[in-house]
């Protein structure tokens, strides 16, 4: 009996094992809860990060940037272009009333200037000095005055030579006098040598100006429009190289009218490439490749028209193509494209003529441009940083769930420990109130068990006597128990064994006091209860 | 596996796209160090210096993450006194460049500011071995230090507008191969101004200059070497020896004459309006000889140019003066002058280096260029001119000896105030010449004129 009672209780703990180790473990079970939990901060970040905008934040402060690179540029342009434009006009005034004078001492016309090639050196040297005064003070690179006559008329190409002088500053960003920034690049060389200038290296003696909008512009300009000032002759030119030279430049050129209103030629300021560049470099800290442009513009940009600052080479950019179509974006930016560069910026109309000049139906832009490439590849560092980020904060939470699940388990696990051990009674405490509680109740719930098992254990030793004392039978009285056994009467019994019920009576006696029992009754809970353990009787 | 293991295996997993992440953005990198360059070759070079410029920043600079930025293109004078003012830190001086053209002088200057950095860091020793020793060793300033790299060097030739003076060969009978002596050039300047005096009957004395050496610093410098001796000594002008009357003799009587041109310019300049037809000169100024001379009327003709080595005094050994800006680069961050680094390297390749030299008329830097790829790339230039002076570039290289000047504080202000002493001299008697020649006979006015001015100007 005890062995079958040892057997069973051996089984129910292999099954609670069993049950223990087929089902999720509770540290699995809080690392996933955990895990989940993690999770789901992390995607609450990532929900917040595109509700707020952070993902296209690069974006948004790249434009940003460039807005203010471009307000930048376009006030400095339009300051410069704009005291140039100025500059140009009181040196048309200044000039003109000085050549009038000194034509009317020589008895020179000036709408016969052509006529008195031999007066034109001393008429042009006259004017050294002030154009070298305009040109210092006007901070350009060049300054520069053509007259409607040529040295020698008898040449082949007379009609498209032009007698005048162009005075180069080859550093107009410097604030130096010294004299080998200051070259002659057009004009005669006694000039340069009474003056002590060199020759720049493409010197000519005179203008070509056979393809020459900066001189033919103007002057048609003040013939078509007899009454507009000054103010509203002025022309700027595109971006282009003078015949014979190699540098690229901007030119603002006023015609020259005397106080008959002759219109004998024209004179200016030359703004070089170089010094738009140093003038307008925008601030490269965050796109090295980022660059300012002044463009005629329509609904395209021509690159070979254009002034550049910035350090990418528009040399580079005009190659094959040299037309950047404008497109708009959803989003933001300007789309600037050609066959081979793609760019994004934002460009705005510069204004470099009033209201009512000749000229102002041309129209010219402000653009701050940068690399296509660039600014996605900003943006995509910038999201890669925000989610490797995220990344790591995720690793971290599943590290965290992990070493929090196991060191909030580990005192449980050690309690069931406790538990699984033999003696509650002695076990030691967990500083875990619900833990402990349940040691203690487990303990108690032991002891009771004990102490039912050990009553069952004392009926057991009764029954055992019992059938113990069943061996003792003879076969008659054996015969008439076992049919009690099998519970029948004990009329029942006398017909089946053919007795009288007297000899029964006799046998029950016998029966009882072999087997200790006081009556029938008694004698038939004992069957019943080794029944009811299925005890063989 | 245990639980270690695994646990680190999938933390590497899970890191693996934050790792790969971090080198997707320096593989796709398109935020290169920008890098300004400063440099003298405007005019003609500035085309060709902008393409290589281009170029590289196209191919190697794309690779490498630089990008070349010309902020300025000024005279070699300009840029020295540029580069003066910036590094003095001058009222409106700009902001130094991280690369830049300079002569040894100007480097020197800027190297005791302590302003460049040392291109020996940039360099293996197998790298530099490539470099020819004599170009190197004129960039190692304050001991070994290479602060001036040899980018194109240039040695002086003799320019002559072959066009006239062929004119004046076939009436005169001069010969070209006269023009190879210094006393040869007086002797047929002297010829010159007669011919062309006489050209105009009516009018007395208004003969044409024929020569003007264009540094007359340096004309001294290599007269006394090649006469043996030394024209700068102690840190000062070897008046003293009697080379410098060889010196005096072929340069002031025939200025004083009006036959070697005063001028402050440069040669080039009298040059293009015919005012002279020889000149010695730096290779590099090849470029600035203008195809055509333009007279006084606006009429012009073509001049063919041809290119003499540099004349030597009669007797005297064959040695020309090395001349010839490098490239600078000054102390910045170690990021910075590695590119320049790089930069110096691509633009001195045999390759690079041969396509600039080929267009500009400097001459290479390498063993390698100077070679034979240079007599093979000869054959290939368009331009007459260059193919000219590469010849005779070559020929002076097999047969000159190159003298490098010496370098001292105040080296530029003895070679300012020698030539402007020796120039007011020369025009002070000029003037006095001009004034007593109409009334005397030349040598009379001359004798008149540089009465005691020898003495005057060593004295002084």
Known sequence: ?537 | MNKKSLACIILIIMFIPVITGCDAIKANSKNPQTLTLWHNYGGQLKDTMDDMVDEFNETVAADKGIIINVTSISGSATLHEKLLMAANGDPGAPILPDITTAYPKTALILAEKGLLADLNEQFSSQELSAYIPEFLQEGRLLGEHLYVFPTAKSTEVLFVNRTIFDRFASDTGVRIEDLLTFEGIIRTAELYYDWTDKQTPHTANDGKMFFMPDSVFNYSMVAYKQLGDEFIKNDSINFTSPKFSKVWECYHKPAVLGQVAVFDGYATDLAKTGDIICSTGSTAGVSFFSPTVTYADNTSEPAELDILPYPVFAGGKKVAVQRGAGMCVIKSTKEKEYLAGIFLKWFTSPENNLRFVSSTGYLPVTEEAFGEIMSQEIKNISDDNIKKLLQTSRIMQKEYQFYIPPLFDGMDELQIEYEKHLKDTVAESRNTYIDLVNDSDSAAAYEAASNGKYQDFINK
Request: aromatic letters at 8%; charged letters at 20%.
């Open chain 1, 1 to 537: 009996m005890n062995n079958i009672l040892m057997k069973k209780i051996d089984l129910i703990k292999q099954e609670i094992r069993k049950t223990g180790t087929e089902a999720v473990p509770m540290n699995l079970r809080l690392f996933l809860f955990l895990l989940v939990l993690v999770l789901t901060i992390v995607l609450g970040v990532v929900v917040i990060l595109f509700i707020t905008g952070t993902f296209t934040a690069g974006l948004s402060e790249s434009e940003h940037m460039i807005e203010n690179e471009l307000l930048h540029a376009e006030q400095g342009i339009t300051k410069q272009y704009g005291e140039l434009s100025i500059q140009a006009i009181e040196f048309s005034r200044e000039l003109s009333g000085s050549i009038e004078e000194e034509a009317h001492k020589l008895g020179i016309p000036l709408s016969n200037l052509q006529d008195h090639p031999e007066m034109l050196e001393e008429l042009i040297s006259n004017e050294f000095d002030r154009s070298l005064f305009f040109l210092q003070r006007s901070k350009s690179s060049g300054v520069f005055f053509i007259l409607n006559a040529t040295i020698n008329p008898a040449l082949d190409n007379a009609k498209n030579s032009r007698a005048g002088l162009y005075i180069k500053n080859m550093e107009p960003n410097i604030i130096s006098n010294s004299a080998p920034n200051i070259i002659i690049l057009r004009g005669m060389p006694g000039i340069s040598r009474k003056n002590s200038l060199s020759l720049h290296t493409q010197w000519k003696m005179e203008f070509d100006v056979s393809d020459a909008p900066y001189y033919h512009r103007p002057i048609s300009a003040a013939h078509a429009n007899h009454k507009l000032p000054l103010s509203r002759l002025y022309y700027w030119s595109t971006v282009f190289t003078l015949p014979d030279t190699s540098e690229e430049v901007m030119l603002c050129s006023v015609p020259l009218i005397d106080s008959r209103g002759n219109i004998y030629g024209v004179c200016g300021f030359e703004i070089s490439t170089m010094l738009f560049k140093l003038s307008h470099m925008p601030n490269n800290n965050t796109f090295n490749r980022l660059f300012c442009m002044l463009s005629p513009v329509t609904e395209s940009i021509e690159l070979n028209k254009s002034m550049v600052a910035g350090g990418y080479s528009a040399r580079i950019i005009s190659k094959g193509d040299d037309t950047l179509k404008i497109s708009e974006n959803r989003r933001a930016f300007y789309s600037y494209r050609n066959q081979d560069n793609s760019f994004l910026g934002i460009h705005k109309l510069a204004h470099l003529y009033p209201k009512g000049s000749a000229f102002s139906d041309e129209k010219w832009a402000v653009a701050i441009l940068v690399p296509e490439e660039d600014i996605v590849n900003s943006i995509t560092r910038l999201n890669l940083i925000l989610i490797s980020l995220l990344m790591i904060l995720v690793i971290l939470g599943i590290i965290l769930s992990f070493v929090l699940s196991r060191r909030f388990l580990k005192p449980i696990t050690e309690g069931l420990d406790i538990i699984r051990s033999t003696d509650l009674s002695e076990a030691p405490r967990t500083r875990i109130a619900e833990i402990d509680d349940l040691i203690d109740f487990l303990a108690a719930h032991n002891e009771e068990l004990y102490e039912k098992a050990s009553q069952e254990n004392l009926s057991i030793s009764i029954l055992d006597k019992f059938l113990e004392n069943t061996q003792n039978l003879s076969p008659a009285e054996r015969a008439v128990f076992d049919l009690y056994v099998k519970g029948h009467t004990a009329k029942e019994i006398a017909e089946i064994l053919c007795l009288s019920i007297n000899t029964i009576k006799t046998h029950n006696k016998r029966i009882y006091m072999k087997l200790n029992v006081a009556s029938r009754e008694e004698l038939l809970l004992y069957i019943s209860l080794l029944n009811e353990i299925g005890s063989d009787i």
